[in-house]
T-cell receptor, first 115, second 114 residues
Framework: ETGVTQTPRHLVMGMTNKKSLKCEQHLGHNAMYWYKQSAKKPLELMFVYSLEERVENNSVPSRFSPECPNSSHLFLHLHTLQPEDSALYLC??????????????FGEGSWLTVV | AQSVTQLDSQVPVFEEAPVELRCNYSSSVSVYLFWYVQYPNQGLQLLLKYLSGSTLVKGINGFEAEFNKSQTSFHLRKPSVHISDTAEYFCAVSEPGGYQKVTFGTGTKLQVIP
């Protein structure tokens, strides 16, 4: 079983739909992340949860809504998206602590296409 | 604020030839440096990282990188590439303290030519 699993791997949705991306980590980590990967752009950090509390929200539009019910699960709820939101969404986890430098473990990503 | 620059968006190289992927960073404090690799249709995985100590860091799959503080660089090298090394490589930097916050470069696509 891989360390970080994401479902679905591919999602096509209309601009008026509501859908969710799911992420589960099996590594015992206490921090989880959502990143957006678009062509020819750096990875964009969207949300960070540490000990199940959101600690970072990089000015992400409200049409993206994260949820972290426990340290192993992370969701990204999507509603009224725009075509420019089409991208690869990567979930990741790490063992956070007083110092950084810990390795981030990524899932395989969810390809999102907004039509 | 920290930033990472990967000047080469694509690097073609023949199989068994050496390769260097360049990475430069800027930061006002000491940093941790990483190289991640992304194979087609997969997420990113760690190749190697520099936290402190020896400036030459060895990673998986025969890759190594050298931290050069004066040039603010962390270039990735491999003496002989294989077809299976075809992937996209991301340099990243984080600053010590607090929760994890990593800044990634735009990536370099390594194309190994048979």
């Amino acid at each position: 079983e891989t360390g970080v699993t994401q479902t679905p791997r591919h999602l096509v949705m209309g601009m008026t739909n509501k859908k969710s991306l799911k992420c589960e980590q099996h590594l015992g980590h206490n921090a989880m992340y959502w990143y957006k990967q678009s062509a020819k752009k750096p990875l964009e950090l969207m949300f960070v949860y540490s000990l199940e509390e959101r600690v970072e929200n990089n000015s992400v539009p409200s049409r993206f809504s994260p949820e972290c019910p426990n340290s192993s699960h992370l969701f990204l709820h999507l509603h009224t998206l725009q075509p420019e939101d089409s991208a690869l969404y990567l979930c990741a986890s790490s063992q956070d602590g007083a110092t950084s430098g810990n390795t981030i473990y990524f899932g395989e990503g969810s390809w999102l296409t907004v039509v | 604020a920290q930033s990472v620059t990967q000047l080469d968006s694509q690097v073609p190289v023949f199989e068994e030839a050496p390769v260097e992927l360049r990475c430069n960073y800027s930061s006002s404090v000491s940093v941790y440096l990483f190289w991640y690799v992304q194979y087609p249709n997969q997420g990113l995985q760690l190749l190697l990282k520099y936290l402190s100590g020896s400036t030459l860091v060895k990673g998986i799959n025969g890759f190594e990188a050298e931290f050069n503080k004066s040039q603010t660089s962390f270039h990735l090298r491999k003496p002989s590439v294989h077809i299976s090394d075809t992937a996209e490589y991301f340099c990243a930097v984080s600053e010590p303290g607090g929760y994890q916050k990593v800044t990634f470069g735009t990536g370099t696509k390594l194309q190994v030519i048979p």
